[in-house]
């Protein structure tokens, strides 16, 4: 099952490599990881999107809080969250074509951020199964580039990753 | 006043109360050598290979529950010590590490000898650190022993480039540490271990089932007194031995692939199973599926969370320190005013000492033409009265000390468990002889493990380290060679070691004594001159059985009661 995994790390040379060697060290899957500072600029936060069975889950968590840089962890997945990811997607633009990606972008709340004679990029922010559906909506070969962030999550309420 | 870097991290060193550091110089570490030939507080060995300087370190703190150190220079330094760094990892050893690294500006130019010490290190250790700035050398140290010796302890590694350790800043060694992200555990969880206390004196078929984590822990009072107040039967690991005496009546033998039929029985059959500062590795329970057929409550007290359900299923999770936990587990059981159900514990008895006799203990048929292996680890125990220190490399011989030689006291026994690396035994035994000036300390070991550090006789002879090596020379890598001949249709692929030294002239030539010893009549008086030798490191070269197997033995993937008993004897 697809595991949504937030944590606050010391933002530190190294710290990154210390989880994505434990991934590959460990057979562990992972579809993306995305980390940057918090407001405060000793922590980073990272969230980690992963798959596996529970039993893998639980050893994910614990191998990533056994880590002495990781200072707090949580499984946003085990609870009510949020999850939000950016996309660039830089499509092929002639006539024809440009007034229907814009409809599509429309329709899944996208922005054209740029436009070139042959060419439109679009901005959109949402879960990563809406940006793979938007993928899917819009013609294949017309698809120049895409630039994807990996996911970012954030608990709703009151659920709240802080030291 | 002002110190250098270098300065700085030996003043560290003596603050810890560090005794001994193994190390090799080079390069990148002249000026912490520097600092060291200005004091005399820490006292320096020098090693042959920086391989020996961390097994040597390991051993130390093995077999003393103290912080062992080494200091290595950077690039190949650094990269020899990656075996030993990761010995002492698997095994759990505290351990601190330092690294010298090319000059900050150089970093990443491959400088002449420069490697990725953090990079390389990262997956084998505890933790790391590159120190940039000469400020951080003292709380970086002081995190270092923190780190390595708290919660599960292991190896944690410092990286000082060349030119922090010439920078200069005031010392000052903090008092104390403390590491926002690090929360090692202490006491375990109360409604648990009442739990536990529950689901044991309920048990019908119970058993104990210890590990390297009841002797990290220094509990092996508390576990002797719950096997003994509960009266089950009690296993321990290739690392537990010596946890629970080998003497005492509760005590059924190592488990695992080369543990006593009984052992393994009782642990595949029992109904509540309490795991101890153990981690059912793969050489200790086999096949996962095999061990999950027979249904059973587990108990797992462990330090570190990572270490419960990660192969097995776990009833009840303890997350503490095994001591502590214990504790709080036998003062529960002494104030419930309850015992075990002594008819199912009868009958549960009744059943191991069936298995006992099914096994036939361990046995082997001894000779008079040749000598037998085991038969010289039975007069090694005789004649040292079990009070040796004993390193082993890894193979056959490792397998053999393990089982005739009777632990009873713990932090007697030091071998590389986890991550199995011949050429272990001679550079720990140096460590636990500079730990144990008096005491009797031997290594042993076969031709091929002991070839893998054997430079390391000049150290002994330098530092006049009187260890007594124990080979039993076959002539074969023999544990390799008994698989060949089980599972490989006796093809004995590369396992025989031919062209082999002169070990007695070897011996000889570092400076110490060597003997050589072909005949079963002669293994006892050798050993007794050997060891009368209080001085002399000696060098005992048992020309032993090459046929001879260790058994019983669970072949790997197979279940633990798949297993395979000596032949008839």
């Known amino acids: 099952m697809r595991h949504i995994i937030s944590l606050l790390m010391e933002n530190e040379a190294g710290a990154l490599s210390r989880v994505a060697g434990l991934f590959s060290a460990r057979g562990y899957n992972i579809e993306s990881l995305s980390v940057a500072p918090t407001e405060d600029p000793t922590l980073s936060r990272m969230t980690i999107v992963t798959s596996g069975s529970d039993a893998v889950i639980e050893q994910i968590n614990k191998q990533l809080n056994k880590l002495v840089d990781v200072a707090a962890l949580i499984d946003l997945s085990e609870g009510e969250h949020l999850e939000r990811e950016l996309m660039l997607v830089k499509v092929r633009a002639d006539d024809a074509a440009r007034d229907e990606i814009k409809r599509s972008a429309d329709i899944f709340r996208g922005r054209v951020i740029d436009e070139s004679d042959s060419t439109c990029t679009i901005e959109l922010t949402d879960t990563c199964a809406r940006l793979d559906e938007f993928l899917r909506a819009i013609r294949r070969d017309l698809i120049l580039e895409t630039v994807r962030t990996g996911a970012s999550g954030i608990g709703r309420g009151d659920r709240v990753l802080k030291l | 006043m002002e110190l250098t870097g270098a300065e700085i991290a030996i003043r560290c060193l003596q603050e810890e109360g560090v005794e001994y550091v193994f190390g090799y110089p080079g390069g990148a570490v002249l000026f912490i050598y520097d600092a060291l030939f200005n004091q ?76 990725d010490a953090v990079g390389i290190t990262r997956p084998c250790v505890k933790h790391n650190f590159l120190v940039k700035d000469v400020k951080d050398i003292a709380q970086t140290i002081k995190k270092a022993f923190y780190l390595a010796k708290s919660g599960r302890p292991g190896p944690v590694l410092v990286d000082i480039p060349k030119d922090v350790s010439n920078h200069r800043t005031a010392f000052e060694y903090p008092a104390s540490v403390t590491i926002r992200s690090y929360h090692p555990a202490g006491k375990g969880d109360s409604g648990q271990i009442g739990l536990a206390a529950r689901m044991l004196l309920e048990a019908e078929r119970p058993m104990v089932y210890a590990g390297g984590g009841v002797i990290l822990s220094e509990a092996s009072g508390q576990l002797a007194e719950l096997v003994r107040t509960l009266g089950f039967p009690c296993t321990s690991t290739l690392m537990g031995l010596g946890g629970l005496p080998a003497g005492d009546r509760h005590f059924v033998g190592m488990l695992g692939m080369h543990g006593t039929y009984e052992a393994n029985m009782a642990m595949q059959h029992c109904d509540v199973l309490l795991a101890v500062g153990a981690r059912f590795d793969d050489r200790v ?105 004993v390193t082993s490399d890894v193979g056959q011989h490792q397998m053999w000390t393990a089982q005739y030689y009777k632990f009873d006291k713990p932090r007697r026994w030091i071998t590389s468990g986890g991550l199995g690396t011949m050429g272990f035994g001679l550079p720990a035994a140096m460590g636990v002889q500079l730990a144990h000036p008096g005491a009797t300390v031997a290594c042993v070991t076969g031709e091929g493990s002991i070839q893998m550090n054997i430079q390391e006789l000049s150290t002994c002879k330098q530092f006049r380290l009187p260890i007594k090596i124990v080979a039993l020379n076959n002539g074969y890598l023999g544990m390799v060679r008994q698989w060949q001949e089980f599972f490989h249709g006796n093809r004995y692929s590369e396992t025989y070691m031919d062209a082999l030294p002169d070990f007695v002239g070897l011996a000889e030539a570092y400076g110490h004594v060597g003997m050589r010893i072909e005949k079963p009549a002669d293994v006892e008086p050798a050993l007794k001159e050997a060891f009368a030798r209080k001085r002399d490191l000696v060098f005992m070269d048992f020309r032993t059985d090459p046929s001879e197997n260790v058994y019983p033995m669970v072949p790997g993937g197979r279940g633990l009661s798949e297993i395979i008993l000596a032949e008839d004897l």
Do not use: C
């Open chain 2, 40 to 115: 005399d507080k820490v006292k320096h060995i020098l090693v042959r290979h920086e391989q020996a300087a961390v097994h040597a370190a390991d051993g130390y703190a093995r077999s003393t529950d103290r912080v062992g150190v080494a200091l290595v220079t950077s690039g190949p330094g650094l990269t020899n010590a990656v075996t030993g760094i990761a010995t002492a990892y698997m095994d759990s050893t505290p351990l601190v590490v330092i690294s010298g690294q090319v000059p900050t500006g150089a970093i990443g130019e491959d400088a002449f000898q420069e490697v």
């Open chain 2, 285 to 389: 329970i086999g096949n996962v599926a095999h061990f999950a057929q027979v249904p059973r409550k587990i108990i797992h007290i462990d330090i570190d969370p990572s270490s419960i359900a990660k192969r097995v299923k776990v009833d009840v999770p303890i997350v503490g320190d095994v001591k502590l936990v214990l504790d709080e587990l036998l003062g529960v059981l002494r104030g419930g005013g309850r015992a075990p159900d002594a008819a199912a514990l009868s009958s549960w008895w009744k059943q191991v000492e069936e298995w006992q006799a099914v096994g036939g203990g361990l046995r082997y048929k001894n000779s008079s033409e040749i000598i037998k292996p085991q038969f010289v680890i039975e007069k090694l125990h005789e004649i040292t009265g079990g009070e040796a220190f």
